[in-house]
Protein backbone atom coordinates (compact mmCIF):
# COMPACT_ATOMS: atom_id res chain seq x y z
CA UNK A 1 0.00 0.00 0.00
CA UNK A 2 0.99 3.21 -1.20
CA UNK A 3 2.01 5.50 2.34
CA UNK A 4 -0.18 8.45 2.21
CA UNK A 5 0.87 11.64 0.62
CA UNK A 6 2.51 14.43 2.90
CA UNK A 7 2.11 17.10 0.51
CA UNK A 8 0.38 20.17 1.82
CA UNK A 9 -2.69 20.68 -0.20
CA UNK A 10 -2.14 23.52 -2.47
CA UNK A 11 -4.23 26.80 -1.88
CA UNK A 12 -7.23 27.80 -4.30
CA UNK A 13 -6.89 31.52 -6.18
CA UNK A 14 -9.48 33.26 -4.31
CA UNK A 15 -11.92 35.92 -5.63
CA UNK A 16 -9.48 38.49 -4.04
CA UNK A 17 -7.13 37.03 -6.08
CA UNK A 18 -9.23 37.63 -8.97
CA UNK A 19 -10.21 41.12 -7.67
CA UNK A 20 -6.67 41.64 -7.36
CA UNK A 21 -5.48 40.91 -11.12
CA UNK A 22 -8.47 43.04 -12.34
CA UNK A 23 -7.04 46.37 -10.19
CA UNK A 24 -3.43 46.26 -11.18
CA UNK A 25 -3.37 44.86 -14.88
CA UNK A 26 -3.58 47.31 -17.71
CA UNK A 27 -7.02 45.73 -20.14
CA UNK A 28 -5.37 47.83 -22.70
CA UNK A 29 -1.32 46.62 -22.76
CA UNK A 30 -0.98 43.64 -24.68
CA UNK A 31 0.56 41.45 -22.38
CA UNK A 32 -1.64 42.43 -19.05
CA UNK A 33 -4.57 41.50 -21.37
CA UNK A 34 -3.50 38.22 -22.54
CA UNK A 35 -2.93 37.44 -18.63
CA UNK A 36 -6.30 38.50 -17.91
CA UNK A 37 -7.51 36.39 -20.48
CA UNK A 38 -5.68 33.25 -19.34
CA UNK A 39 -6.51 34.28 -15.63
CA UNK A 40 -10.00 34.89 -15.81
CA UNK A 41 -10.59 31.33 -18.47
CA UNK A 42 -8.29 28.96 -16.05
CA UNK A 43 -10.69 29.67 -13.15
CA UNK A 44 -14.23 30.42 -14.16
CA UNK A 45 -13.30 27.17 -17.09
CA UNK A 46 -11.63 25.14 -14.10
CA UNK A 47 -8.60 24.39 -16.62
CA UNK A 48 -5.36 23.25 -15.73
CA UNK A 49 -2.92 26.01 -16.58
CA UNK A 50 -1.17 23.66 -19.21
CA UNK A 51 -4.26 23.27 -21.21
CA UNK A 52 -3.92 27.06 -21.78
CA UNK A 53 -0.59 27.71 -21.83
CA UNK A 54 2.91 26.33 -23.18
CA UNK A 55 5.99 26.13 -21.03
CA UNK A 56 9.34 28.64 -21.20
CA UNK A 57 11.12 25.67 -21.76
CA UNK A 58 9.65 23.94 -24.39
CA UNK A 59 8.51 25.03 -28.00
CA UNK A 60 5.32 25.85 -29.23
CA UNK A 61 3.43 22.77 -30.87
CA UNK A 62 0.61 23.31 -32.46
CA UNK A 63 -0.34 19.54 -31.72
CA UNK A 64 -0.42 20.22 -28.25
CA UNK A 65 -0.92 23.75 -27.17
CA UNK A 66 -3.73 25.94 -27.67
CA UNK A 67 -3.79 28.02 -30.81
CA UNK A 68 -5.27 31.10 -32.84
CA UNK A 69 -6.82 28.73 -35.29
CA UNK A 70 -8.40 26.56 -32.95
CA UNK A 71 -12.23 25.65 -33.26
CA UNK A 72 -14.68 27.71 -31.16
CA UNK A 73 -18.13 27.58 -30.28
CA UNK A 74 -20.60 30.41 -29.00
CA UNK A 75 -24.10 30.95 -28.73
CA UNK A 76 -26.35 31.85 -26.01
CA UNK A 77 -28.00 29.75 -23.71
CA UNK A 78 -32.11 29.72 -23.08
CA UNK A 79 -31.45 31.53 -20.07
CA UNK A 80 -30.26 34.06 -22.20
CA UNK A 81 -26.43 33.51 -20.71
CA UNK A 82 -23.72 33.69 -23.26
CA UNK A 83 -21.19 31.00 -23.95
CA UNK A 84 -18.30 29.88 -25.74
CA UNK A 85 -16.01 26.49 -25.81
CA UNK A 86 -12.37 26.02 -26.68
CA UNK A 87 -11.06 23.41 -28.03
CA UNK A 88 -7.80 22.08 -26.46
CA UNK A 89 -5.99 19.97 -28.78
CA UNK A 90 -4.28 18.15 -25.76
CA UNK A 91 -5.34 17.37 -22.37
CA UNK A 92 -3.70 15.50 -19.35
CA UNK A 93 -6.42 12.84 -19.61
CA UNK A 94 -7.33 12.84 -23.40
CA UNK A 95 -3.98 13.26 -24.93
CA UNK A 96 -4.29 14.15 -28.40
CA UNK A 97 -7.96 13.41 -28.75
CA UNK A 98 -8.25 16.99 -26.86
CA UNK A 99 -10.67 18.25 -25.65
CA UNK A 100 -13.55 21.73 -25.07
CA UNK A 101 -13.17 24.35 -22.11
CA UNK A 102 -16.77 25.52 -21.66
CA UNK A 103 -17.31 29.33 -20.67
CA UNK A 104 -20.41 30.99 -19.17
CA UNK A 105 -20.65 34.32 -18.88
CA UNK A 106 -20.55 35.96 -15.52
CA UNK A 107 -21.72 39.93 -16.63
CA UNK A 108 -19.44 40.99 -13.84
CA UNK A 109 -15.78 42.36 -14.28
CA UNK A 110 -14.34 39.05 -14.13
CA UNK A 111 -16.78 37.62 -17.52
CA UNK A 112 -14.01 35.38 -18.96
CA UNK A 113 -15.75 36.04 -22.18
CA UNK A 114 -15.62 39.73 -22.12
CA UNK A 115 -11.88 39.32 -21.08
CA UNK A 116 -10.95 36.85 -23.91
CA UNK A 117 -12.51 39.23 -26.81
CA UNK A 118 -10.74 41.71 -25.34
CA UNK A 119 -7.69 40.29 -25.43
CA UNK A 120 -8.43 38.98 -29.11
CA UNK A 121 -9.27 42.50 -29.78
CA UNK A 122 -5.82 43.93 -27.74
CA UNK A 123 -3.95 41.31 -29.69
CA UNK A 124 -5.12 41.32 -33.16
CA UNK A 125 -2.89 41.14 -35.42
CA UNK A 126 -1.43 37.77 -35.22
CA UNK A 127 -1.13 34.93 -37.71
CA UNK A 128 -3.44 32.00 -37.21
CA UNK A 129 -0.80 29.57 -36.20
CA UNK A 130 0.22 31.89 -33.17
CA UNK A 131 -0.72 30.89 -29.63
CA UNK A 132 -3.95 31.43 -28.14
CA UNK A 133 -2.77 34.28 -25.71
CA UNK A 134 0.14 35.59 -27.37
CA UNK A 135 0.77 39.22 -27.14
CA UNK A 136 1.82 41.73 -30.08
CA UNK A 137 5.03 43.03 -29.03
CA UNK A 138 5.30 45.53 -32.33
CA UNK A 139 3.56 46.16 -35.47
CA UNK A 140 5.35 42.85 -36.80
CA UNK A 141 6.26 40.77 -34.10
CA UNK A 142 4.61 38.86 -31.14
CA UNK A 143 5.72 37.28 -28.10
CA UNK A 144 4.62 33.84 -26.55
CA UNK A 145 3.02 33.85 -22.95
CA UNK A 146 4.33 30.95 -20.88
CA UNK A 147 3.37 29.64 -17.83
CA UNK A 148 6.06 31.11 -16.09
CA UNK A 149 5.51 34.30 -17.17
CA UNK A 150 2.22 34.28 -16.32
CA UNK A 151 2.59 33.31 -12.75
CA UNK A 152 5.29 35.31 -12.53
CA UNK A 153 2.95 38.63 -12.97
CA UNK A 154 0.29 37.17 -11.27
CA UNK A 155 2.69 37.09 -7.70
CA UNK A 156 3.59 40.21 -8.74
CA UNK A 157 0.39 41.73 -8.72
CA UNK A 158 -0.76 39.72 -5.51
CA UNK A 159 2.08 40.68 -3.55
CA UNK A 160 1.36 44.62 -3.97
CA UNK A 161 -1.79 43.66 -1.68
CA UNK A 162 -0.07 41.16 0.57
CA UNK A 163 -2.03 38.19 -0.87
CA UNK A 164 -0.54 34.48 -1.20
CA UNK A 165 1.44 33.69 -4.28
CA UNK A 166 -0.41 30.48 -6.03
CA UNK A 167 0.70 27.44 -8.19
CA UNK A 168 -0.87 26.99 -11.79
CA UNK A 169 -3.07 24.44 -10.59
CA UNK A 170 -4.66 27.04 -8.36
CA UNK A 171 -6.81 28.51 -10.35
CA UNK A 172 -8.54 24.96 -11.42
CA UNK A 173 -8.16 24.69 -7.56
CA UNK A 174 -10.30 28.12 -6.73
CA UNK A 175 -12.32 27.66 -9.95
CA UNK A 176 -13.58 24.51 -8.64
CA UNK A 177 -14.50 25.32 -5.47
CA UNK A 178 -15.94 28.69 -6.41
CA UNK A 179 -18.44 27.46 -8.63
CA UNK A 180 -19.76 24.88 -5.59
CA UNK A 181 -19.79 27.89 -2.98
CA UNK A 182 -21.87 29.29 -5.37
CA UNK A 183 -24.36 26.21 -5.29
CA UNK A 184 -24.04 25.10 -8.50
CA UNK A 185 -24.24 21.07 -8.47
CA UNK A 186 -20.84 18.88 -7.63
CA UNK A 187 -22.21 17.00 -11.29
CA UNK A 188 -22.20 20.05 -13.07
CA UNK A 189 -18.97 20.89 -11.67
CA UNK A 190 -17.52 17.82 -12.06
CA UNK A 191 -18.64 18.11 -16.21
CA UNK A 192 -17.04 22.04 -16.17
CA UNK A 193 -14.01 20.64 -14.81
CA UNK A 194 -14.29 17.78 -17.02
CA UNK A 195 -13.19 15.12 -14.74
CA UNK A 196 -14.57 11.59 -15.46
CA UNK A 197 -14.58 10.37 -11.95
CA UNK A 198 -14.95 11.24 -8.60
CA UNK A 199 -11.27 12.35 -8.30
CA UNK A 200 -12.14 16.30 -8.37
CA UNK A 201 -13.75 15.60 -4.69
CA UNK A 202 -9.44 16.28 -4.43
CA UNK A 203 -9.92 19.46 -5.36
CA UNK A 204 -12.48 20.71 -3.36
CA UNK A 205 -11.32 23.49 -0.80
CA UNK A 206 -13.25 25.11 2.12
CA UNK A 207 -15.43 21.83 2.71
CA UNK A 208 -16.73 22.78 5.98
CA UNK A 209 -18.68 25.46 3.89
CA UNK A 210 -19.85 23.67 0.62
CA UNK A 211 -20.99 20.41 2.13
CA UNK A 212 -23.64 22.47 5.29
CA UNK A 213 -24.48 24.79 1.76
CA UNK A 214 -25.79 21.83 -0.07
CA UNK A 215 -27.37 19.66 2.91
CA UNK A 216 -28.88 23.07 4.28
CA UNK A 217 -30.55 23.64 1.03
CA UNK A 218 -31.45 20.02 0.66
CA UNK A 219 -32.99 20.40 4.34
CA UNK A 220 -34.86 23.55 3.25
CA UNK A 221 -36.62 21.53 -0.15
CA UNK A 222 -37.33 18.71 2.45
CA UNK A 223 -38.77 21.47 4.67
CA UNK A 224 -40.89 23.29 2.10
CA UNK A 225 -42.48 19.91 0.19
CA UNK A 226 -42.69 18.50 3.97
CA UNK A 227 -45.08 21.91 5.09
CA UNK A 228 -47.35 22.18 1.17
CA UNK A 229 -48.19 18.35 2.09
CA UNK A 230 -49.14 19.68 5.48
CA UNK A 231 -51.34 22.34 4.27
CA UNK A 232 -52.81 20.62 1.82
CA UNK A 233 -53.46 17.56 4.09
CA UNK A 234 -55.58 20.12 6.32
CA UNK A 235 -58.08 21.60 3.52
Given at each position: MAPPSTK???????????????SHLDLNDPFDAAVWAVATIAWHGCARLGELLP??????NTSRNVYRACP?????????????????PYTKTKKFRGDWISLTSTNDVSDPI???????????????????????????????LSKEAFLARCAQIWALDDLDAASGHSFR????????????????????????????????RKVEEILPLFIGDAMDKFTSIKNAVSRLGSL
Open positions: APRMPVTEKHIASLRSQSKPFRKSGIASNGYEWINLFIHALQNHLNINNDLPSEAPLFAYSLSSSSWGKIGGTTYLLLLGVDPWVVMKQGRWSSKAFLLYW
